[in-house]
């Protein structure tokens, strides 16, 4: 476990524990707020996110934004996001069991340094990789899991969101759920309650349903 920022992400930019390294343009270490109590896991980064160094900044990344922004989150300010992996799978097939178990410790740093309350799960890769592989997307998706004194949430990975418009929808709710229970959630160790007002609109809104 890597105690400091400067050292992982250091140890990150320079791995070459799997064959990942060979392909890559860029490591896609993370990106946002270390002091966030919210953070986003994907899967792994795709051509976009391969050549620019940095998570979900295609076509997924843009509809993520925009819908996080509704609820008053975003990267800039709130929240932490990062990878199953750190460099692209070829043709942005799914991480192999030793890909992900490869980047494991420097995911698991990134969680203990961040602590956040809270992590979305988005898709399939980072459900099994975090819960268990005896998990599936669509049964889990908009439900609460407790593990080491975090909460996790599963939902569909933004890419879903595009390849069926349906999604969207789905999507959406389970951001709302993830809204409202950062509104209303409190330390229990301390007593305090610890959100902050809610700003979500309580209807979908047609603006999601863009390509």
Known sequence: MYESWEILKNECLNCTKCPLCETRTNVVFGEGNPNSEVMFIGEGPGENEDLQGKPFVG???????A?????????????????????RPPNNRNPEYEEADACKEYLESQVN????????????????????????ITASRGKWFEKDGIKYLPTFHPAALLR???????????????????????DVRSGIRRGRPCVCPKKYSKLYLIN
């Open 113 to 136: 340094l961040v602590k956040p309350e809270i992590i979305v799960l988005l898709g399939s890769v980072a459900l099994k990789n975090i819960l268990g592989k005896e998990y599936g």
């Open 67 to 87: 819908m996080l922004q509704q609820i008053g989150l975003s990267r800039e300010k709130n929240i932490y996001i990062a990878n199953i992996v750190k460099c």
């Open 59 to 65: 076509r997924s990344g843009k509809l993520l934004d």
């Open 164 to 186: 069926d418009e349906t999604k969207k929808i789905d999507f959406w709710n389970d951001l709302k759920k993830l809204n409202y229970n950062w509104c209303t959630w409190y």
